[in-house]
Each structure stands twice: as C-alpha cells, then as structure tokens.
C-alpha cells in the first residue's frame, strides 16, 4: 500500500510508526507533503520516509492520501491538490471540524474518509470515529480501516452527525480527564501529600480504573458501587461531588462543546 501525508505533524507521524510497525507499507511506500525543512529531516531520520515540500508530489506518490494539516492551513493545502488527484486515490482527512462536503468541494475529488481521531492515538491507544463519502468503494474503506487503526479503535459510522458529537466526546475528552487528574493531585497536595506523590497516585487510579472496566466489562455505575461500602468514605466523597453538580457540569462540558463543534463545521 502507498501512503501519502499531506502535513507532517504529530498525529501523522504517528500514523507512519503506526503503519511502518505493522508492515502496511514499507518506508519507501511512504511520502510526506510537509513545509517545514527541519520537520522533513526529522522524519527522513527517524522513519527513512520521502518527503518533500511540494503536496502534489507527495500526494502523487499515494493510493491513500492524509490530509494532517491544521485546520487553518487547510484552504492551502485544499487549494494544492485541487485537480490533481486521481479518482482512484482515497483521500483520508484527520482535520478538525471539516466536514465531507467541504473536503470534496475544496479537492474537487469525491473519495474521501472523514477521522476524528483523538491525542492518544500519538502513542497507539488512542480511539476514532470515522466515516466515508458514498464513493468510496469496499476496497477504499479497507484501506481507510487499516490506516485508522494505527493510532488505536475505531469506530466506523455512516452519519457524519456523530463526527461532531466524537469531537465533543473523545477528541475534547483528553482534556477533561487531565482536568480530573490535576484536581486529584492538587486535592492529595492539600492534604499534606508530596506533590510528586500524589501525581503518582492520581495517574494510577485514573490508568487503573479505566483498565479495570475495560477488562471486566462492567458498567460503570457498577464499578463504582463495588467501591462504595455504606457510611464509608467514598459516600461520603460521591455525596460531595453530587452536591458540587460534579455530572451535570461534565454533560454541560461535553454539550457545550458540541454545540462548538456545531458552529465551527458550519460553512462560510
């Protein structure tokens, strides 16, 4: 498979790890479109990959082709490849907030996946949401499949609406969660404990527990009663944080962040 990356960042670097670990396409079969000269050495040393300057020649190189730009350089890169692609190509878009209908217009090209990866997939454990044009044949969402998950799950849908509600969900969620973490180290420091301590603690649990669900497949209301003795002190702790609107303050987040997401796909 020849992969092409237009942006040569930290989410498609970690795609080429990704697709070079598990042998999808040897490091020859690999190009990157990418401005930025330092950035191009990089990643020639560290990955033996070609890169150049031009997006049209990286593109060229690829049956797949990444679009890993910001969302602000993207009318540039847009405007590069308009024209240029062949309708075999596939083109894959990991930037924020840009729907299908805008990548097509802005490429002039129809076979297009959208992803809404988010920032654990830099280290593989990352999970993604993504979806496809009605172009893309069998053989291109394999494709698509198979590049997706090498920053961690998937999870394919038809309705590019749950795009927007993944970016909401688990591409802000990172944030929150460290959110939680630095409450949780800042709450250990008060009490008295060494910061370093507490930092350790805080990352175990949240590691931990999240591990724990995951391998057991309980719920997560479960989980948390079989924590919970009567009279104890996490009933006491969970008494708290219900009286601070610790769940509603968490769904408000998430919705606002929704409706962000909302406005921001919006075109013009």
């Known amino acids: 498979m020849r992969i092409a990356f237009v942006g040569g960042g930290t989410m498609a670097e970690a795609m080429i790890r990704g697709i070079l670990a598990r042998k999808l396409a040897s490091p020859s ?153 630095e409450a949780l180290i800042e709450a250990g420091v008060y009490l008295g404990m060494p910061r370093e301590m507490a930092h350790t603690l805080a990352l175990r649990t949240v590691l931990g527990s999240a591990m724990l669900m995951k391998e057991t497949g309980e719920s997560p209301g479960r989980l948390r009663e079989m924590v919970s003795s009567p009279g104890g002190t996490t009933v006491e702790a969970l008494l708290a944080l219900e009286d601070a609107g610790f769940r509603s303050a968490v769904i408000n987040a998430v919705a606002a962040a929704y409706e962000k997401a909302l406005e921001l796909g919006e075109p013009g």
């Open 29 to 181: 079969q690999v190009a990157v479109g990418e401005p930025v000269a330092e950035r191009r050495r990089t990643l020639e040393r560290k990955y033996q990959v070609f890169t150049t300057a031009q997006n049209q020649e990286a593109a060229g190189r690829g049956d797949a082709v990444v679009l890993a730009v910001k969302p602000q350089n993207l009318p540039e890169a847009l405007a590069s490849l308009k024209g240029a692609l062949k309708p075999e190509q596939t083109v894959l878009s990991i930037v924020a907030g840009v729907r299908l209908a805008t990548l097509i217009e802005g490429l002039g090209h129809k076979t297009v996946v959208r992803v809404m990866p988010n920032t654990p997939g830099q280290i593989g454990e990352g999970v993604s949401v993504w979806t496809a044009s009605a172009e893309v044949g069998q053989q291109g969402l394999e494709m698509a499949r198979s590049i997706v998950e090498t920053l961690g799950e998937q999870v394919y849908v038809e309705d590019e609406e749950y795009l927007e509600m993944a970016t909401a969900l688990s591409a802000s969620g990172p944030a929150y969660v460290f959110v939680f973490i």
